[in-house]
């Protein structure tokens, strides 16, 4: 989904290594049933392999008070299976509700025509209140 995507805010954490973390987020409609929904996407998600597992990921709720000055619902994203573990430890501090069985279907799934779709469809979905 994020596929020649500019992110509208990004946020980066440094450290004297150089960057730690990095976060990136784009509003998009999104359609929850019948409902156009413009919403944020969170996405382009990550630390830096020494870092892991120290709790830096907890920094993404510095994206909190952007998503209310963007005046979205809410924000959300979209992982493969494996990082389900990764991700409920966010839900144990209300940072986030991962919502399975949400059949995420993409516009385009076609984005490189001279490869094969991209196209995920047994995602897990994310939920940032």
Do not use: C
């Amino acid at each position: 989904s994020w596929a020649g995507a500019r992110p509208e805010l990004r946020a980066v954490g440094y450290d004297s290594k150089g960057i730690a973390a990095h976060l990136g987020l784009l509003r998009r409609f999104i359609k929850v049933g019948a409902v156009d929904l413009l919403v944020a996407e969170l996405g382009l998600y990550g630390v830096r392999p020494d870092l892991e597992g120290l709790g830096i990921a907890h920094s993404i709720r510095v994206m909190s008070p952007v998503l209310q000055e963007l005046g979205v619902p809410f924000g959300f994203g979209t992982v493969r299976h494996a990082l389900r573990n990764h991700l409920e430890r966010f839900g144990r501090h209300g940072l986030a509700t991962i919502v399975p069985g949400v059949r995420v279907r993409s516009t385009h799934p076609q984005v490189h025509l001279d490869l094969p779709p991209t196209r995920v469809e047994d995602a897990l979905v994310v939920v940032m209140p």
